[in-house]
């Protein structure tokens, strides 16, 4: 079975602050990729970035950077020097064996000016 | 490129009737997802399909929904009859392969009255 976890349910910054969310993954398999996705307000999911579990290496893009841990299952997405447009809700996704891909609960970001 | 397409994007039914949502996956992209999203929660899986053959509809309730994909290309989900809990955002996906990203439609938002 796999498993996603993003427990903060709810974010609140004021603009130009930094923000990370959380995501705790479960899986029996050596081969699994990770993902987040963004919903804004319109309401489709927008791919941000694919992590494969042998590939432990942060990434950054622009003011998006993403920390994998294997040894802690988890794969943390920071947005630095938020704005306003970037409140929308966030989703952390997992797919494993099987070609399932299983999401978390999602984190709901919201950037006041 | 065109992404997925979806449609209707919103539909308004009584409950007992039927409805029917319809989904054009990426060209190419042989894996296709429908997932129900229900407010404040993240996306639940329903089926996949790997070009015409529905691999994973365990989570699909069966008595009332039902979905298709012929030729591997354009999907329908349907469900008769509707119930008030299935008031909802049906979304559509489709990915290429099992190590690549899964691609959003605008998604379907039902309500059932």
């Known amino acids: 079975a796999q498993k996603v976890t993003q427990a903060q349910t709810e974010i609140s910054v004021v603009e130009k602050e930094d923000v990370t969310l959380d995501c705790v993954y479960e899986?029996?398999?050596?081969?699994?990729?990770l993902f987040w996705y963004k919903q804004p307000p319109s309401g489709e999911l927008v791919f941000l970035i694919r992590?494969?579990?042998?590939?432990?290496q942060n990434e950054i893009s622009g003011r998006y950077s993403w920390n994998f841990q294997k040894s802690t299952s988890s794969f943390n997405f920071t947005i630095t020097a938020s704005q306003v447009v970037d409140s929308a809700v966030y989703f952390c996704?997992?797919?494993?064996?099987?070609?399932?891909?299983?999401f978390g609960g999602g984190t709901r970001v919201l950037v006041k000016p | 490129e065109a992404g997925v397409v979806q449609s209707p994007r919103y539909k308004i039914i009584e409950k007992k009737q039927p409805v029917a949502f319809w989904c054009n996956p990426i060209?190419?992209?042989?894996?296709l997802y429908w997932y129900l999203q229900n407010l404040g929660q993240g996306p639940e899986l329903l089926i996949r399909?790997?070009?015409?053959?529905?691999?994973?509809d365990s989570q699909l309730p069966k008595d009332r929904f039902s979905a298709e994909r012929l030729k591997g290309v354009d999907s329908t989900l349907k469900i008769q009859p509707a119930e008030l809990g299935d008031s909802a955002v049906y979304l559509c996906?489709?990915?290429?392969?099992?190590?690549?990203?899964?691609?959003f439609g605008q998604g379907t938002r039902l309500t059932v009255v």
């Open positions: 996906a489709s990915s290429e392969y099992m190590n690549t990203e899964a691609f």
């Open positions: 899986t029996r398999d050596t081969t699994y990729y």
């Open positions: 992590r494969n579990s042998f590939d432990e």
């Open positions: 996704a997992l797919r494993a064996a099987g070609n399932k891909l299983t």
């Open positions: 060209s190419g992209h042989n894996t």
């Open positions: 399909y790997e070009n015409e053959e529905a691999v994973d």
